[in-house]
Nanobody, 109 residues
Framework: QVQLVESGGGLVQPGGSLRLSCTAS??????MAWYRQAPGKRRELVAS???????NVASSLKGRFTISRDNAKNTVYLQMNSLKPEDTAVYYC?????WGQGTQVTVSS
């Protein structure tokens, strides 16, 4: 079993940046991913990263969002730049089919 704890969400103005963190209770020798779910919408994949550092970012978010991980800290990060109101959602971390509790990101002026 794995516990995942996200942090770093909050309220930010359009054009601003946030960095989300997700720390696992043990080492993850597999893909870690970020998803998001906006009100009334399906959960969608934002980005994923293998244990070796290969990344995949949703095409609509490339250039603004970056995923990275620190295996020594069992932590995956999501750097979000040039945020837009449509990025407002609860952001979830996932690994091995386990999910964190989510962290709210609100982009509003």
């Amino acid at each position: 079993q794995v516990q995942l704890v996200e942090s770093g969400g909050g309220l930010v103005q359009p054009g601003g940046s946030l960095r989300l963190s997700c720390t696992a209770s043990r080492s993850i020798d597999s893909i870690m991913a970020w998803y998001r779910q906006a009100p009334g919408k399906r959960r969608e994949l934002v980005a994923s990263i293998t244990s070796g550092g290969s990344t995949n970012v949703a095409s609509s978010l490339k250039g603004r969002f970056t995923i990275s991980r620190d295996n020594a800290k069992n932590t995956v990060y999501l750097q979000m730049n040039s945020l837009k109101p449509e990025d407002t959602a609860v952001y979830y971390c996932e690994a091995y089919g386990y999910w964190g509790q989510g962290t709210q990101v609100t982009v509003s002026s």
